[in-house]
């Protein structure tokens, strides 16, 4: 669980809201059930920090990060209109059936967007220090809906084990598990669990892949 300390402070960025260092992810073997918690499935994407104000939008993502983002951008803008949002999730590349494909990510196809499962400031507030459940509950209001470049990652309460075995089935990454009474600090401890099952993409794919997933260090996207 998070302990307390002092942030250093953030550095801005050109849209003008603070620069956000991501939560990272420790790895776990098994999944697990509790109440206190949240569980997400790993899209096949890449994590990033989305910041838009005005009709100005960023995207802090991997360096290696090969598909265009520019329109995704824009997109992401004009669905927000005009809120000031810093959101983390992930780039993903979707197929006409609206599934992320990794393969299309890696090689720069298919229709980009970003899907969300954080909101961390919303005009003009900080909203890193209120719990998970609360932010979780702001990021629904923020987005009621899905679009096309800009929707919400899916949230199971309580039911960590159920959800695994269905990322299983649907042969994706693996999932993650959040305290819903968790700040969003670098010092708060939320839980990889990946799929050991797994299939990548063949042809030299998987490898590079595995790289890209290695490198942490975020490139803002402008």
């Given at each position: 669980?998070?302990?307390d300390v002092t942030l250093a402070p953030p550095v801005s960025s050109a849209t003008g809201l603070s620069q956000v260092e991501l939560v990272s992810?420790?790895?776990?073997?098994?999944?697990?059930?509790?109440?206190?918690?949240?569980?997400?499935?790993?899209?096949?994407?890449?994590?990033?920090?989305?910041?838009?104000?005005?009709?100005?939008?960023?995207?802090?993502?991997?360096?290696?990060?090969?598909?265009?983002?520019?329109?995704?951008?824009?997109?992401?803008?004009?669905?927000?209109?005009?809120?000031?949002?810093?959101?983390?999730?992930?780039?993903?590349?979707?197929?006409?059936?609206?599934?992320?494909?990794?393969?299309?990510?890696?090689?720069?196809?298919?229709y980009p967007a970003f899907a969300a499962c954080d909101v961390l400031w919303l005009d003009g507030a900080d909203l890193r220090e209120r719990p998970?459940?609360?932010?979780?509950?702001?990021?629904?209001?923020?987005?009621?809906?899905?679009?096309?470049?800009?929707?919400?990652?899916?949230?199971?309460?309580?039911?960590?084990?159920?959800?695994?075995?269905?990322?299983?089935?649907?042969?994706?990454?693996?999932?993650?598990?959040?305290?819903?009474?968790?700040?969003?600090?670098?010092?708060?401890?939320?839980?990889?669990?990946?799929?050991?099952g797994r299939s990548l993409p063949t042809d030299g794919w998987a490898e590079t892949f595995r790289q890209r997933a290695r490198h942490r260090t975020?490139?803002?996207?402008?």
């Amino acid at each position: 669980m998070p302990t307390d300390v002092t942030l250093a402070p953030p550095v801005s960025s050109a849209t003008g809201l603070s620069q956000v260092e991501l939560v990272s992810l420790v790895p776990r073997r098994e999944p697990f059930d509790d109440p206190a918690w949240v569980f997400e499935p790993q899209y096949d994407g890449f994590r990033a920090i989305l910041y838009c104000s005005g009709h100005s939008c960023e995207i802090d993502a991997f360096r290696t990060l090969n598909h265009p983002v520019q329109d995704l951008r824009d997109r992401v803008a004009e669905v927000l209109d005009g809120r000031e949002a810093i959101l983390e999730g992930q780039i993903v590349a979707l197929d006409r059936q609206g599934k992320p494909v990794l393969q299309h990510l890696l090689q720069g196809e298919g229709y980009p967007a970003f899907a969300a499962c954080d909101v961390l400031w919303l005009d003009g507030a900080d909203l890193r220090e209120r719990p998970l459940k609360k932010r979780k509950e702001l990021l629904t209001e923020l987005l009621p809906e899905d679009t096309g470049p800009l929707y919400k990652v899916l949230t199971i309460e309580e039911h960590g084990r159920a959800l695994f075995g269905a990322i299983k089935r649907l042969d994706l990454g693996g999932i993650v598990a959040k305290c819903q009474h968790d700040p969003y600090r670098v010092t708060t401890v939320w839980y990889e669990i990946r799929n050991p099952g797994r299939s990548l993409p063949t042809d030299g794919w998987a490898e590079t892949f595995r790289q890209r997933a290695r490198h942490r260090t975020p490139n803002r996207e402008q």
